[in-house]
């Protein structure tokens, strides 16, 4: 029979195994659940680990939660880490885009092999398995001009017939910059990474590697081709880590990504990777050198589906948010004149039609029971010239933005019997 003293000896055997031997190994040992340090995504691996305001698509459930709320499309990702020896990391990761958010889910799983187990007389007896496991689920809310996001994460860890569990929370901010820089955007970012109370082996609790980080990054410069980014973080009972990246779209297909990591430990140096992508499959690949330990490959498959979600531009979004502010105090022509405007800058906001049309059923029944009340017939065609509402003057949509009132809407709007619940 497997005694407690074998348990611990197989803890001891694995934590040694997993900071020896963990692609990101920390040097001070002085904390649990290691696998919440084995990053997330080869492109972000690729541009040397710098993706605290770059994170924008499924991989931002590790980086950064705010990050979710910038996907454009629903994503599904699937990583494979060929690790140093016997160590294997698998990561299966979904995104889906909300119209002021996004949520998200991802499942991480680290076989560490087979570990030899030894009775306290040093007698083998046999292989033991060891795992480590993280399942994680997030939700993102998308501002003006800021995301915020939110993680929980499940943990679990398996050494031979021993199991710890916890539990831990990340929290993201980015802050979008809301004028062009060189054609693209900035961000800053900022997240504090597993808060928790710990992982319990048997009676030795071992605190998590909690880390708070901030980030800037300049996204779809030159023409959308080069994106570049920096990161400072700051781990739990171990030195600072500066990163560095970059990645230049050469075409459409093709990207080529490059990065530095300054860590002060094994591991710290260049990183380079490779995307390419056809259609909605994207393939990348990042290598990383690991000093003594060898080289590491990440190979990662994603899938975008779904109809896209572009994003508005900040003045987009403030005329969305005024428009339907509009339809709340019933002041539909306004909102009509919003609403069609910004789809004049931006057709495919699936949104902006939906309450569009709300808007206009609204002051059809507003100007339907107007005319009933003066007793004459309502033909809406007729009421509105059978035709769409023209894109108004700039001055009017100035106006209209800055001061609430355009020239158009001047008249006092007429109310409707229909509930303001159905616009979103």
Aim: cysteine-free; charged content about 20%; hydrophobic content about 40%.
């Amino acid at each position: 029979m497997k005694t407690i003293s074998i348990s611990r000896t197989v803890v001891a055997t694995l934590l040694l195994g997993s900071l020896a031997q963990g692609i990101w190994a920390s040097s001070g040992g002085t904390t649990g659940a290691e696998v919440l340090k084995i990053g997330v995504g080869a492109r972000a691996l690729g541009m040397g680990e710098a993706y605290t305001a770059m994170a924008d698509d499924v991989s931002s459930l590790y980086w950064n939660p705010a990050g979710l709320a910038l996907m454009q499309e629903r994503q599904a990702s699937f990583m494979y880490n060929q690790m140093v020896n016997d160590l294997k990391y698998q990561n299966a990761a979904v995104g889906i885009p909300l119209e002021n958010g996004a949520i998200g889910g991802s499942l991480s799983y680290l076989s560490y092999g087979n570990i030899a187990g030894y009775d306290p007389t040093g007698k083998s007896i046999g292989n033991q398995s060891a795992y480590s496991a993280v399942g994680t689920v997030g939700a993102a809310w998308l501002g003006n001009q800021w995301s915020a996001g939110l993680n929980l994460k499940g943990i679990q860890e398996k050494l031979a017939d021993e199991k710890a569990n916890g539990i831990a929370t990340d929290l993201g901010v980015n802050l979008i910059y809301p004028k062009p820089v060189l054609g693209g955007t900035v961000r800053l970012g900022g997240v504090y990474q597993n808060l928790g109370s710990g992982m319990k082996f048997i009676d030795e609790k071992s605190p998590l590697p909690s880390t708070w980080k901030v980030g800037l990054a300049a996204v779809q410069l030159i023409n959308r081709k080069l994106n570049v980014s920096a990161d400072y973080a700051q781990p739990k009972d171990e030195d600072s880590v500066m990163s560095f990246g970059a990645e230049y779209w050469l075409s459409r297909f093709i990207a080529l990504r490059g990065g530095y990591v300054n860590n002060h430990r094994e591991g710290s140096g260049m990183r380079a990777g490779l995307g390419l992508r056809i259609s909605r499959i994207s393939f990348d690949y990042a290598y990383a050198g690991q000093g003594e330990l060898g080289m590491s490959h990440r190979y990662e498959m994603s899938f975008r589906f779904g109809e896209p979600r572009p994003l508005l531009t900040p003045e987009q979004r403030r005329m969305y948010e005024q428009a339907k502010s509009a339809v709340r105090a019933e002041r539909y022509e306004q909102a009509v004149l919003l609403f069609d405007s910004l789809l004049e800058m931006e057709p495919r906001y699936k949104p902006a039609a939906r309450n569009l049309k709300v808007a206009m059923a609204r002051l059809e029944n507003a100007q339907s029971q107007m005319a009933t009340r003066q007793g004459r017939n309502f033909n809406p065609e007729t009421a509105t010239g059978g035709r769409k509402q023209p894109l108004p003057e700039m001055d009017d949509l100035e106006q209209l933005l800055n001061l609430g009132e355009p020239r158009s809407a001047q008249k006092s709007p007429v109310k409707g019997g229909a509930s303001a619940s159905e616009v979103k």
